[in-house]
């Protein structure tokens, strides 16, 4: 694959980051903003960009205290004669946080940025830069494509460690190159308290970095707020967002285990029961901590298609905000299903206009894995698939209306991405194999954890025919990070041939398994 040369791309980051040594932290670097109104605006948290295309991109960033937020982009690391970009002013009512969008960008391009705090009240007072680089997407073919996926992080009680090193995969993943990072959600564990110490089976101990938000169940806005803040106090975290933009998703734990809408707890760790207020308020947090293009409109839809240029459309999912309760899964009419009917035609819509080469479906949850939810005791369905091998039932049957769509549509290039169990896999779907033959065959990939509990494996529901080709997983439950079992998936599209290659990873790079797609084929 013929990739544009990334000069500097870790070189900008020298500097811009600091490492915590403590192991136990206040719920903020630093006192609460709004007690540290001495001194210039800080941005300890780093920066990212999202949802990069040809021309545009999303560039965040947090203060600890109020001020404007300016950008500054450049095609060389000088940055002579920077293009200056006006943000918002980051106040109390985002966390102090903000995200600016970069418009009129070149396409194929490195570009090289830096974000400065002002003082609202003084705009020469500025804080130190902090430097990033992203590569926007190319509109020519030919330079290809190539991404990284995984999700769930900091789960099961498995925090920032630094005698581990932290959340190392990420430095593995960046080796790569990438063009963008694809998280398929679990982006934090709002319901998974975080405890300084773990004893683990070897009779050593794992080390938590821990903080006040997360010692506990998240309900609060602030306490949700934490939970993301969390994550950034890890330094590998960090330079990985300055130089690789992302592709976010959520799926459960951003708000809590197996939640959906209209739910009432009965964990007795909450003292909100009322789903549908912890997910406003995770929503809140989510959206103000991730560059998020569709977040800032009115509607504040999660679900999406980034556009990566002719090779790559990706179809980002939301499994939650529109699904039906948790059951048994078996009814024989489903109109709501997993992602409600007006995603679901927003979907089938954007597929068949989609001209790219490949349309990478990202979905936060598997298709063919039966995934239980036994938290209040009753043998219900968390994902899609429920163990009934026959015909469709229950949210297969969405599924089953989509896959028909693409067959008749004669959409090409599909590809199902996703995470959420905690091992990786390949999946190929055949109708040869299955109970509901109505589509054409098709590859759904697997990956993560990122840190968090590895699990064994789920089983597979044979209703569309999955064909698991490739596994890795414990057959333990929860085995820690130090155990291994941390996993992240590679995506590269050769500009020239079409071909598409996924490359299961383990966390320090190891190719566990690869397989070449073609282009031009119905389904995949």
């Not at 003084?122 to 030919?142: I, K, N, W």
């Not at 939970?227 to 990985?240: G, I, P, T, V």
């Not at 509901?436 to 044979?462: K, M, R, Y």
């Amino acid at each position: 694959m013929s990739h544009r040369p990334s000069p500097g791309r870790r070189s900008v980051l020298r500097g811009s980051l600091a490492a915590s040594a403590a192991l136990t932290l206040p719920t903020a670097l630093g006192p609460a903003p709004a007690f540290a109104l001495s001194g210039r605006p800080k941005a300890g948290w780093g920066v990212q960009t999202g949802d990069v295309t040809c021309d545009s991109g999303l560039v965040w960033v947090r203060s600890d205290r109020p001020a404007r937020m300016i950008v500054e982009t450049s095609a060389t690391e000088s940055f002579r004669k920077p293009h200056r970009w006006h943000g918002p002013l980051l106040g109390a009512d985002t966390d102090f946080t903000g995200t600016t969008r970069l418009r009129g960008l070149p396409s194929g391009e490195q570009i090289h940025y830096r974000v400065l705090l002002a003082d609202p009240d003084d705009p020469r007072r500025t804080g130190e830069p902090v430097s990033g680089t992203f590569r926007t997407a190319s509109a020519r073919r030919r330079d290809g494509v190539r991404f990284v996926w995984s999700g769930d992080l900091a789960g099961q009680g498995w925090g920032i460690n630094p005698d581990f090193g932290g959340y190392r995969i990420y430095n593995a993943m960046a080796a790569l190159d990438p063009d963008f990072f694809l998280c398929s959600g679990d982006n934090i564990y709002a319901d998974g308290p975080i405890t300084a110490s773990v004893a683990l089976p070897d009779g050593s101990t794992w080390r938590n970095i821990t903080t006040e938000e997360k010692s506990k169940v998240a309900e609060t806005l602030a306490e949700f707020r934490g939970n993301f803040r969390y994550n950034l106090l890890d330094d590998n975290l960090k330079r990985f967002n300055a130089q690789v933009p992302s592709v976010i998703q959520w799926d459960d734990h951003e708000v809590t285990n197996n939640w959906y809408p209209g739910e009432i707890l009965t964990d007795s760790r909450y003292t909100e029961k009322n789903v549908d207020v912890l997910a406003t308020r995770a929503r809140q947090a989510f959206s103000e901590y991730f560059p998020i293009s569709t977040l800032r409109r009115p509607e504040g839809r999660v679900y999406r298609v980034v556009n990566h240029g002719p090779l790559l459309d990706v179809f980002v999912l939301d499994m939650r905000t529109y699904r039906n309760a948790n059951s048994t899964d078996d009814q024989a009419t489903d109109a709501q299903g997993i992602l409600g009917a007006e995603q679901l035609r927003w979907l089938k819509r954007e597929l068949s206009r989609s001209r790219t080469v490949w349309k990478v479906i990202a979905s936060d949850m598997p298709l063919g894995l039966v995934v239980p939810d036994t938290g209040d005791g009753k043998p219900n369905i968390e994902a899609v698939a429920q163990g009934d091998p026959g015909a469709p039932l229950g949210r297969e049957l969405q599924i089953a209306e989509l896959l028909r769509f693409i067959k008749h549509r004669r959409i090409t290039g599909t590809v199902w991405l996703t995470a959420d169990v905690h091992y990786t896999s390949a999946q190929h779907y055949q109708p040869s194999r299955a109970a509901f033959t109505d589509f054409e065959p098709f590859w759904e990939f697997v990956s993560g954890p990122l840190n968090a509990g590895a699990f064994p494996a789920n089983t597979l529901d044979n209703t569309f025919g999955p064909d698991r080709v490739f596994i890795k997983a414990p057959t333990t439950a929860n085995v820690s990070p130090a155990g291994g079992y941390q996993f992240f998936g590679e995506v590269d599209i050769d500009g020239s041939s079409g071909e598409l290659t996924v490359r299961l990873r383990e966390s320090d790079g190891t190719v566990l398994f690869t397989q070449v797609l073609q282009p031009g084929r119905v389904g995949q």
